[in-house]
C-alpha cells in the first residue's frame, strides 16, 4: 500500500536527508516527491511512500513527526486520495455553445418546459432529471459497521453508493445526509426534496425508526421509497440461500431457520423468507427466541414473534440452533461458537453475515458447516447488497413504478440467484461476483416484469 506525506521543512532546520533517513529507518519507501509551495521560509513538499501494512505506515507518521524543522501537514492513504473532494461530480449532458443554446437551455426558452410541466405534472419525468435520479438518504445513526456517527460522517458512504447506482445501472444518485434523527423530521425533509426524484433510497438509519419512517414515506409519496439495508440485505441473502438449498438438496419450505438479530435487516431477511415459503423461522435477539406467548418492550417485536416461531421454541440462540437447517446473521461478531454449529442439521447452511466480523468466521465452522457465506469481500460467497440495489432501482425507474412490492423483491432474489450456472454452482460459489456486470441488468429485467404483474408501473413502453 501507499501513503501520501504532506510536509512542511522549513529552510533553515529541515533536512530532506534526515527525512528520507527517518522514513526508511521506519521501513517506508520513497516513491515520489513533489514540491506543492514554496515560501520565504519552508517549503511544502508530497511525498508518497510505499509501505507494507497500516502499521508501518503509523510508523513513518510518527518518526516524521519527531523530526526538528519538519511539520506534518497531512497524511493519506490511498482510500483517502480517492476521497479527496468527494467522489461525485455533476457534468451537463448538452454543452452551451452560444447565445441560442443559452436561451433554449435557461431564459427565456426554459419558461415554455416549466408550464408544460406545470399544466401536466407526469410531464417532469420525462423533461427534467427526476426520470433517472434517485436520493440516498441518511441520518448517519446506524452506518454499517460504525453505528451513530451522524451526517457528516455518514457521508462518504452515501457518496460511494451513488457511485455504485452509476456505475453498475446508470442511475443518478444524490447523497443526502439529513442533520435530525427525528423521524417526524426526516419523514418531512424526504417529502420536502421528493419532486426532484424518481425514488428514494433509504440508508443507515437505525430501527426501529427506520420501519416508521419507511411505511409512511411508502404511504404519502408517490415514487418508490427502499431501505436497502433492510431490503437489499434480504434479496442478496435470499438468491444465496435459493442456491445453497439446490446444492445440498433441500426443499427451502422444510427447513428449519434461525435469525440472529431482529432489527431492520433481520425482519426484512424474515419477510422475504416467509414470502418465499418458509414456515419455520426463529429470530433470536438480546432476550433469547422471541415468541408470541411473551411481551416485550418492542411493538416491532411484538409484531415479529407473532408471525413466526410456530412451535413456540424458548431460549437462547445456542439453544435454539440445535437441527437448524439454516443460520442468518445480522448481529454482532463472535455469537455463534463452533459447538453451536455442529449441533445444527446435516449439510448445515450457515449465512454469519454482521458486518465488519461474522458471527462465525468459516476457519471456526469449517467442518461442521456445508455452505458458509458472510459480508465480508475476503471471504467466499458475500452477501453484498450491490447486487440488487443498481438494477432494482433501474427496474422501477424505467417502469415508474409507483412502489417496490414483496413479488419485485423476491423476482430480484430469483434473478441475482440465476445468474450463477448450475456448473458453477459449489460450497464456494452460491452467490455471483459484485463485479459481474450481468447482473445489474438480469434484476432490472426481472422487477420490470414483476413491476407489470402486481400492476405498479406506470410506463408501459418497456415491455410492449
Not at 520513497?30 to 509551495?37: C, D, F, L
Not at 448538452?94 to 415554455?112: C, E, F, H, Q
Not at 476457519?363 to 465480508?376: I, L, N, Q, S
Request: aromatic share 4%.
Amino acid at each position: 500500500m501507499t501513503v501520501m506525506l504532506r510536509v512542511e521543512m522549513a529552510k533553515d532546520t529541515g533536512s530532506f536527508g534526515r527525512l528520507a533517513t527517518a522514513i526508511g529507518e521506519a521501513g517506508g519507501d520513497i516513491v515520489s516527491v513533489e514540491a506543492a509551495r514554496y515560501q520565504a521560509d519552508a517549503t511544502v513538499r508530497e511525498l508518497t511512500v510505499s509501505v507494507t501494512d497500516p502499521a508501518v505506515a503509523d510508523r513513518v507518521a510518527s518518526a516524521v513527526r519527531k523530526l526538528t524543522g519538519v511539520h506534518m501537514l497531512d497524511v493519506f492513504d490511498r482510500t483517502f486520495l480517492m476521497h479527496l473532494g468527494g467522489k461525485l461530480e455533476t457534468t451537463p449532458k448538452l454543452p452551451i455553445r452560444n447565445r441560442d443554446d443559452l436561451s433554449r437551455v435557461y431564459t427565456p426558452g426554459v419558461a415554455k418546459v416549466c408550464m408544460a410541466i406545470h399544466e401536466d405534472p407526469k410531464r417532469a419525468h420525462n423533461l427534467t432529471i427526476k426520470r433517472n435520479t434517485v436520493a440516498v438518504v441518511s441520518d448517519g445513526s446506524a452506518v454499517l459497521g460504525l453505528g451513530n456517527i451522524g451526517p457528516l460522517a455518514a457521508m462518504p458512504v452515501m457518496e460511494g453508493k451513488a457511485v455504485l447506482f452509476k456505475q453498475l445501472g446508470g442511475v443518478d444518485a444524490f447523497p443526502i445526509c439529513l442533520d435530525t434523527q427525528d423521524t417526524e423530521e426526516i419523514i418531512k425533509a424526504v417529502k420536502q426534496i421528493a419532486p426532484s426524484f424518481g425514488g428514494i433510497n433509504l440508508e443507515d438509519i437505525s430501527a426501529p425508526r427506520c420501519f416508521e419512517i419507511e411505511r409512511r414515506l411508502v404511504e404519502e409519496l408517490d415514487i418508490p421509497v427502499f431501505h436497502d439495508d433492510q431490503h437489499g440485505t434480504a434479496v442478496v441473502m435470499l438468491a444465496g440461500i435459493l442456491n445453497a438449498v439446490k446444492l445440498v438438496g433441500k426443499r427451502l419450505a422444510d427447513c428449519k431457520v434461525v435469525i440472529s438479530g431482529v432489527g431492520a435487516a433481520g425482519t426484512a431477511c424474515t419477510n422475504i423468507l416467509l414470502s418465499a415459503g418458509v414456515t419455520n423461522i426463529i429470530g433470536v435477539d438480546r432476550e433469547g427466541a422471541l415468541v408470541r406467548t411473551r411481551s416485550y418492550d418492542r411493538d416491532a417485536w411484538n409484531e415479529y414473534a407473532a408471525r413466526t416461531n410456530p412451535q413456540l421454541v424458548e431460549g437462547v440462540l445456542s439453544e435454539v440452533i440445535e437441527g437448524a437447517d439454516i443460520f442468518v446473521g445480522v448481529s454482532a461478531p463472535g455469537l455463534l461458537k463452533r459447538e453451536d454449529v455442529c449441533r445444527m442439521a446435516k449439510d448445515a447452511i450457515v449465512f454469519a453475515m454482521a458486518n465488519p466480523n461474522p458471527e462465525i468466521t468459516p476457519e471456526e465452522a469449517e467442518g461442521c458447516v456445508r455452505v458458509m457465506a458472510t459480508g465480508r469481500s475476503d471471504y467466499p460467497n458475500q452477501i453484498n447488497n450491490v447486487l440488487c440495489f443498481p438494477g432494482l432501482f433501474r427496474g422501477v425507474l424505467d417502469c415508474r413504478a409507483e412502489r417496490v412490492t414483496e413479488g419485485m423483491k423476491l423476482a430480484a432474489a430469483r434473478a441475482i440467484a440465476s445468474s450463477v450456472k448450475d456448473s458453477e454452482l459449489s460450497e464456494t460459489c452460491i452467490i455471483p461476483s459484485v463485479f459481474d456486470t450481468s447482473v445489474a441488468e438480469k434484476v432490472r429485467q426481472a422487477v420490470l416484469y414483476a413491476a407489470y404483474e402486481e400492476g405498479v408501473a406506470r410506463r408501459r413502453s418497456y415491455l410492449d
